[in-house]
């Protein structure tokens, strides 16, 4: 439950040094980086192995609520900045409930990018409350994005898909990108390619439903 781990009472109280040890020792840059990219229910952490090296010089957090998961993901960055000296320094974990926990973590207009790939489907009406993306919620990651920063979501369950377009399409702070502007973003092939749960629904050729948002300042 949520009383075993720590939760920051604000993004300033977030230790980065816990994160990315050598940012922080051997420059001070730290201290005017901040994180940007967030990978909400990260699981085993695929995505941001790939982001990673991807863009070396954005520090990035997953976020993942289950213990033993998250643990495995610590371990699999330690192993792979051991293995790759002066690589993987830009990428870290924390075990939280990112439903109830993103604003103690990130200040406004702090993120560029966002995702979140293949979240727990909830397929019970009652239960639509306890999606990742909500309306409430995206009132919350509106706030934590910066204006032109990107909203990542993939599913291979068909009704969260349209759930999660809906959702994105019905607030006023979100609009999609064009075909064109998917196809130029190199992260937009990672959601599937780079990700555990990605990769097993391409093993069982499955199909995949994807809505990508950009956050934009609401006309007046
Ligand atoms: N994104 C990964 C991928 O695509 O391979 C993992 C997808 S997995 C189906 C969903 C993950 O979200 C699980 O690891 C689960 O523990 C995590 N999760 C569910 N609810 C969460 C919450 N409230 N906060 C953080 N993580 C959560």
Same mark, same amino acid.
């Given at each position: 439950s949520d009383s075993h781990f720590p939760v920051p009472i604000?993004?300033? #109280?977030?230790?980065y040094s816990v994160h990315y040890p050598q940012l922080c020792l051997s420059s001070d840059s730290i201290n005017s980086k901040?994180?940007?990219f967030a990978d909400i229910?990260?699981?085993?952490g695929g995505l941001l192995i790939s982001l990673a090296t991807l863009f070396p010089e954005t520090l990035m957090i997953g976020m993942e609520l289950r213990d033993k998961v998250t643990e495995y993901v610590k371990e699999r960055i330690v192993a792979l900045r051991k293995a790759n000296?002066?690589?993987?320094?830009n990428v870290s974990v924390v075990r939280t409930n990112s439903m109830k926990y993103i604003p103690n973590y990130f200040q406004k207009g702090q993120l560029s990018k966002m995702f979140f790939l293949f979240?727990?489907? #909830?397929?019970?009406e009652k239960n639509?409350?306890?999606?990742?993306?909500?309306p409430h919620l995206l009132d919350e990651y509106a706030y934590a994005l910066r204006v032109g920063g990107i909203i990542y979501t993939i599913t291979d369950v068909e009704e969260l898909g349209e759930w999660m377009n809906s959702c994105l399409d019905g607030h006023p702070m979100f609009e999609a990108l064009t075909q064109e502007e998917l196809d130029a973003d190199p992260v937009v092939n990672l959601?599937?390619?780079?990700?555990e749960e990605g990769q097993k629904v391409s093993r069982n050729g499955g199909q995949t439903f994807q809505a990508i948002y950009r956050r934009i300042t609401p006309l007046s």
């Amino acid at each position: 439950s949520d009383s075993h781990f720590p939760v920051p009472i604000s993004p300033s #109280h977030v230790d980065y040094s816990v994160h990315y040890p050598q940012l922080c020792l051997s420059s001070d840059s730290i201290n005017s980086k901040k994180v940007e990219f967030a990978d909400i229910g990260c699981g085993f952490g695929g995505l941001l192995i790939s982001l990673a090296t991807l863009f070396p010089e954005t520090l990035m957090i997953g976020m993942e609520l289950r213990d033993k998961v998250t643990e495995y993901v610590k371990e699999r960055i330690v192993a792979l900045r051991k293995a790759n000296p002066g690589r993987y320094q830009n990428v870290s974990v924390v075990r939280t409930n990112s439903m109830k926990y993103i604003p103690n973590y990130f200040q406004k207009g702090q993120l560029s990018k966002m995702f979140f790939l293949f979240p727990d489907p #909830h397929f019970k009406e009652k239960n639509h409350r306890r999606r990742v993306i909500s309306p409430h919620l995206l009132d919350e990651y509106a706030y934590a994005l910066r204006v032109g920063g990107i909203i990542y979501t993939i599913t291979d369950v068909e009704e969260l898909g349209e759930w999660m377009n809906s959702c994105l399409d019905g607030h006023p702070m979100f609009e999609a990108l064009t075909q064109e502007e998917l196809d130029a973003d190199p992260v937009v092939n990672l959601l599937s390619s780079a990700t555990e749960e990605g990769q097993k629904v391409s093993r069982n050729g499955g199909q995949t439903f994807q809505a990508i948002y950009r956050r934009i300042t609401p006309l007046s």
